[in-house]
């Protein structure tokens, strides 16, 4: 076939990754201090820029190529093209409590395995759990006390319902999941005796309900390959995450009293994961060479979205800082409010952490606040930075 003209043929230009807005560099270590020191204002500046250029990416040197995305496009692709944005290799890789079972299984294999898990922690089983979770509520202590710590001991308690009937050693499950509240990077350091002495309960509480039954979490994961790694790490994927969220709401509702009605509840849980989504960053790793909005980003690049960044765009939510529960009245923009991630990687947990929430939030007494530093303070997971104190409203 003949070309129809002689000029050249236009191709739209690909640039690379280097040419990405990012937040100002410290020189000598890049982004990395401020990554690990203040990760919310590092990337609430990348975002800006990244808007400002009319763009949806920036990029972080974090000692490896890394870009953060936030738009709801970019949120879709990461979320849905599991081929070629990995788990293996991304940030959970360096957590041990959360290095194993399905959070890194990739594709192939992750949508089978996500298939046998799931049951435990359908709506189905776990209406099944209720009762037990509602016996073992932790009621709030006479006097003014800290909504934070307060949440970390019902959460740790709800758990140990809902997985293991409250036969766990309360002692070794606070000293198993406490260190994942540690600032970085004491979550990080392995401790094979510490899990040593947990896989041990853990055989020993399997044991039981494989030769006498049950209908705990524990009861439906056991008899599974690989059931009691699944056990430990949904533990820990579960533990900081709802207690952060739970102290918030708390926190929220004697800051806002009016809302405090278990009908609202659902709006103020879900206004308090817009505001602070405890899975603030998550993370990828490409597995082939991507082209993203005229960028090619290599393989081997960090690929990162952001619930936190996404669910404060100013370009998707009216008022995006205030605190509101009254806008979900209507739904949420399209793959902008992630706070439990999407698509086949969606958090396995969604409904065990709103069992607990809710429950807990149903038992609260009217609450009046009374000091406390709400801003977040990133560490695994986002929460406050604490104290969150409170007390009964009228004492
Ligand atoms: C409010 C509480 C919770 C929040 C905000 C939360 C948040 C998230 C997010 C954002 C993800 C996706 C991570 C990613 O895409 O990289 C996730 C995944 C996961 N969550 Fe949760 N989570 C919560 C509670 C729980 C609970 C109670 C469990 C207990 C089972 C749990 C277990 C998991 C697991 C196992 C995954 C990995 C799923 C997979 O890769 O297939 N989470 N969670």
């Known amino acids: 076939m003949r070309p129809v003209s002689?000029?050249?043929?236009?191709?739209?230009?690909?640039?690379?990754?280097?040419?990405?807005?990012?937040?100002?560099?410290?020189?000598?270590?890049?982004?990395?201090?401020?990554?690990?020191?203040?990760?919310?204002?590092?990337?609430?500046?990348?975002?800006r820029r990244a808007r400002e250029g009319g763009g949806d990416l920036f990029r972080l040197r974090l000692g490896l190529p890394a870009v953060v995305g936030f738009s709801p496009a970019w949120n879709r692709r990461l979320l849905g093209d599991l081929q070629t944005f990995r788990s293996a290799g991304s940030f959970s890789r360096v957590v041990p409590y959360l290095s194993g079972g399905v959070i890194l299984t990739d594709a192939p294999d992750?949508?089978?395995?996500?298939?046998?898990?799931?049951?435990?922690?359908?709506?189905?089983h776990l209406e099944g759990l209720r009762v037990r979770v509602r016996a073992a509520l932790l009621p709030v202590p006479a006097g003014e006390f800290d909504a934070l710590a307060w949440a970390d001991r019902a959460v740790l308690r709800l758990l140990n319902a809902a997985y293991?009937?409250?036969?766990?050693?309360?002692?070794?499950?606070?000293?198993?999941?406490?260190?994942?509240?540690?600032?970085?990077?004491?979550?990080?350091?392995?401790?094979p005796l510490l899990f040593a002495r947990v896989n041990a309960e853990l055989r020993r509480l399997a044991h039981q309900r494989l030769t006498r039954g049950g209908d705990d979490l524990l009861a439906l994961l056991a008899p599974l390959p690989g059931g009691l790694e699944e056990t430990r790490v949904s533990l820990a994927a579960a533990h900081d995450t709802t207690t952060h969220a739970l102290a918030w709401a708390v926190w929220h509702l004697a800051v806002h009293p009016d809302w405090h009605a278990p009908g609202h509840h659902p709006a103020v849980l879900k206004e308090t994961l817009r505001l602070f989504p405890p899975g603030w960053m998550?993370?990828?790793?490409?597995?082939?060479?991507l082209t993203w909005e005229g960028v090619r980003l290599p393989r081997g690049t960090l690929a990162l979205y952001s619930p936190y960044l996404s669910a404060r765009d100013p370009g998707l939510w009216q008022s995006p800082d205030a605190f509101r529960p009254c806008r979900w009245q209507a739904p949420p923009p399209a793959w902008a409010y992630l706070p439990f991630g999407g698509g086949e990687?969606?958090?396995?947990?969604?409904?065990?952490?709103?069992?607990?929430?809710?429950?807990?939030?149903?038992?609260?007494?009217?609450?009046?606040?009374?000091r406390g530093d709400p801003t977040p303070r990133p560490g695994v997971t986002l929460g406050p930075t604490g104290p969150l104190i409170v007390r009964r409203s009228g004492e």
């Open 6 to 47: 002689n000029l050249p043929v236009l191709r739209p230009e690909v640039r690379g990754l280097e040419t990405l807005p990012e937040p100002p560099p410290r020189p000598g270590d890049g982004h990395l201090r401020d990554w690990a020191l203040a990760p919310l204002p590092l990337v609430e500046e990348g975002a």
């Open 164 to 191: 293991f009937g409250g036969e766990f050693d309360p002692g070794l499950l606070h000293a198993f999941l406490a260190p994942l509240r540690l600032p970085f990077p004491l979550p990080t350091v392995p401790r």
């Open 345 to 370: 990687r969606v958090c396995l947990g969604l409904h065990l952490a709103h069992l607990l929430i809710l429950e807990a939030l149903a038992a609260l007494p009217p609450l009046t606040p009374v």
């Open 110 to 124: 992750h949508g089978p395995r996500r298939q046998v898990v799931n049951p435990g922690f359908g709506r189905r």
């Open 282 to 289: 998550g993370s990828r790793r490409l597995a082939r060479d």
